[in-house]
């Protein structure tokens, strides 16, 4: 006989459920990052400050979660995941395959580059947004590259999702939505989350979340160059 409640069993459950999850998602990021070149210079070197076009960002992306996108079988609208994915507007990774089932592509960079959209050339959503890794590879050495407690509204903001804090590069890219406050709190918004939806309920897709600076890999800010005028 079990020496556990079936209450136990189910949150045990559940949490080898998250380990998977995550397991999932690193296994499909090492294949995002196979064969990675960098695509941009990387000597620029100088103060960044936020660009006009942050606020274009901002609104999109709370536009996406007001339209409740939600992993397949999470009850909104999954099909919005293959336009961020696959649409020269966002990601344009056009050999993918449609998003049809959870787990089958590492969309949290797919999500920032479809709200920062055309706005940005089109080299850097297609070749740096897709993964931590080709964040860190390519912007790590150059101004992009912003201390952690000077997280701005709009910022690609990439966090630890376990407490391992591994690997280096970090596991997940998230917008920030605010700055942190004296408790190192700050809010997003992301995808390929669980978190908040319009709904004010707690799921899996299109999210806003709170997140400590205690779990913050690395911060980056776009500069004048990284944009399509």
């Known amino acids: 006989m079990s020496r556990y409640t079936k209450a136990q069993l189910e949150e045990k459950l559940d949490i080898l459920e998250h380990q998977v999850r995550r397991y999932r998602r690193a296994f499909n990021q090492i294949n995002i990052d196979v064969e990675v070149n960098k695509t941009v210079n990387v000597n620029i070197e100088r103060n960044v400050n936020p660009h006009e076009h942050v606020h274009y960002v901002l609104k999109n992306a709370e536009s996406e979660w007001s339209d ?23 990601l344009g990774w056009t050999w993918e395959d449609d998003y049809v089932k959870n787990g089958q592509y590492a969309w949290c960079g797919a999500f920032a580059a479809a709200v920062y959209g055309p706005k940005v050339r089109f080299n850097i959503r297609q070749k740096i947004f897709p993964s931590c890794w080709r964040l860190y590879d390519n912007w790590f ?12 509204p709009g910022d690609l903001v990439v966090v630890f999702t376990s407490d391992e804090q591994s690997p280096y590069y970090g596991n997940h890219i998230t917008i920030a939505r605010t700055s942190p406050n004296k408790d190192g709190e700050f809010h997003t918004i992301e995808g390929n989350a669980h978190g908040v939806g319009p709904d004010q309920t707690w799921r899996e897709g299109v999210s806003k979340r709170t997140r400590n600076l205690k779990d913050v890999a690395h911060v980056y800010r776009l500069i004048d160059e990284d944009y399509d005028e």
Do not use: C, L, M
């Not at 409740?68 to 966002?90: H, L, M, Q, V, W």
């Not at 050495?141 to 701005?152: G, P």
């Open 68 to 90: 409740n996108i939600t992993e397949p079988g999470e009850g909104g609208d999954s099909s919005r995941i293959t336009y961020y994915i696959k649409n020269k507007n966002a």
């Open 141 to 152: 050495e150059t101004s992009r590259h912003q201390d952690k407690a000077s997280i701005v």
